[in-house]
């Protein structure tokens, strides 16, 4: 069964390092998503493509995280520098361009612990 | 926008007795909603999803959930639980075709032996 595929699965850091998650959608998939969970929270949204175009980063903190799908497939959110505040679970997400029910298949997600 | 409200952040229920965690729902259009499944330290995985076919909705590991429009809510069930259903429960609500899923804020369930 295909996957979304995401990487690392823990990263420790010290706040004002950089750090980069990727992730790899299901093969087809047109649309691509990264939510942040905080501990005890839903998922929320930080940044959507379709194909290689952003088309809703509004809750994406830009003075530090950036996001890229420069070929449309696989994709890379960084956060440059971390602060204490980013601790959190960064969720993958892909779905088809043409389905019209919206449904998302996640990743098993990239746990972040700034210290 | 759409929005999502979950009533109650945690729900403690016995093994075998029913499990009933709510959601009510904000959308401007005929919604599509979602309800997902997080164990610890793990992605979402969907449980079951209305998509504007049958109002009551069946899906994986003997959940269901009732679309009322009327009510604006789209609450979970399972009749007997399972230990194995400790876990996180999400709803959310699309406004279909590659618009953004929206999420409550979860509702951790608790299964008593």
């Known amino acids: 069964e295909a996957e979304v595929a995401q990487s690392p699965r823990y990263k420790i850091t010290e706040k004002s390092q950089a750090v980069a998650f990727w992730c790899d959608p299901i093969?087809?998939?047109?649309?691509l998503y990264w939510y942040r969970q905080i501990l005890g929270q839903g998922p929320e949204l930080l940044v959507q493509?379709?194909?290689?175009?952003?088309?809703?980063d509004s809750q994406l903190p830009k003075d530090r995280f950036s996001a890229e799908r420069l070929k449309g497939v696989d994709s890379t959110l960084k956060i440059q520098p971390a602060e204490l505040g980013d601790s959190a679970m960064y969720l993958c997400?892909?779905?088809?361009?043409?389905?019209?029910?919206?449904?998302?298949?996640f990743g098993e997600g990239s746990r972040l612990t700034v210290l | 926008a759409q929005s999502v409200t979950q009533l109650g952040s945690h729900v403690s229920v016995s093994e075998g007795a029913l499990v009933l965690l709510r959601c009510n729902y904000s959308?401007?259009?005929?919604?599509?909603l979602f309800w997902y499944v997080q164990y610890p330290n793990q992605g979402l995985q969907l449980l079951l999803k209305?998509?504007?076919?049958?109002?009551l909705v069946k899906g994986i590991n003997g959940f269901e959930a009732e679309f009322k429009k009327s009510e604006t809510s789209f609450h979970l069930t399972k009749p007997s639980a399972h230990m194995s259903d400790a876990a996180e429960y999400f709803c959310?609500?699309?406004?279909?075709?590659?618009?953004?899923?929206?999420f409550g804020q979860g509702t951790r369930l608790t299964i008593n032996p």
């Open positions: 997400a892909s779905s088809h361009r043409d389905r019209d029910t919206g449904e998302l298949f």
């Open positions: 093969s087809g998939h047109a649309t």
């Open positions: 493509f379709q194909d290689e175009s952003v088309v809703d």
């Open positions: 959308s401007s259009v005929p919604p599509y």
């Open positions: 209305y998509t504007s076919a049958a109002t």
């Open positions: 959310a609500v699309s406004e279909g075709g590659a618009q953004k899923l929206v």
